[in-house]
């Protein structure tokens, strides 16, 4: 008599692979709630809005909208436009926020002394966004000289890399 108990084994072992693989094909299908649904619409991709598009960067004033969406616009190069509040160097002073904010001054800091600015001024600032000020970093970027002590409270907060800063701008624009 020949022993079956291997052919026995095989068959069951064939029978559960077909079993576990056809139960593995029907849940790769494709009906269920996901019908009519493209790739696209399933990826997570970041909203492209405003806040965050670099291709249609801010430009604009100074403003609620603009300071509550700093986080989105770190590293981005912006415009704004605003009063000079302060000046602490003549390579860095603060802008207001418009009339109808309560927005803190921003702090703005470029390569280069900027004599002409003065307090109520109406510049437009374009530069580069960033959200936690670092003076030693800061130095090294723009390659200046910096006075640790007028900058001690900026430690941490937003701040507006310049690249450029017109001072001829119409106080209303």
């Given at each position: 008599m020949l022993n079956r108990k291997?052919?026995?084994l095989a068959r069951w072992a064939l029978a559960g692979a077909l079993s576990f693989t056809a139960l593995g094909l029907t849940s790769c299908g494709t009906e269920?709630?996901?019908?009519?649904?493209?790739v696209e619409d399933v990826q997570e991709?970041?909203?492209?809005t405003e806040t965050n598009n670099t291709a249609n960067p801010f430009d604009?004033?100074?403003?609620q909208e603009f300071?509550?969406?700093l986080d989105l616009r770190e590293g981005q190069e912006v415009t704004v436009s605003a009063n000079v509040n302060r000046i602490i160097t003549p390579e860095a002073f603060t802008i207001a926020g418009t009339e109808d904010t309560t927005v803190d001054p921003l702090l703005v800091v470029h390569k280069d002394a900027q004599?002409?600015?003065q307090p109520e001024l109406t510049v437009k600032v374009t530069g580069t966004v960033h959200t936690a000020f670092d003076l030693m970093a800061v130095e090294k970027d723009l390659d200046v000289?910096?006075?640790?002590a007028l900058f001690e409270d900026w430690d941490g907060e937003p701040y507006l890399q310049a690249s450029t800063i017109d001072?001829?701008?119409?106080?209303d624009d």
């Open positions: 291997p052919q026995l269920g709630p996901e019908t009519g649904v493209d991709l970041p909203e492209q604009g004033p100074y403003n300071f509550d969406d004599p002409e600015l000289d910096l006075d640790d001072t001829s701008v119409a106080a």
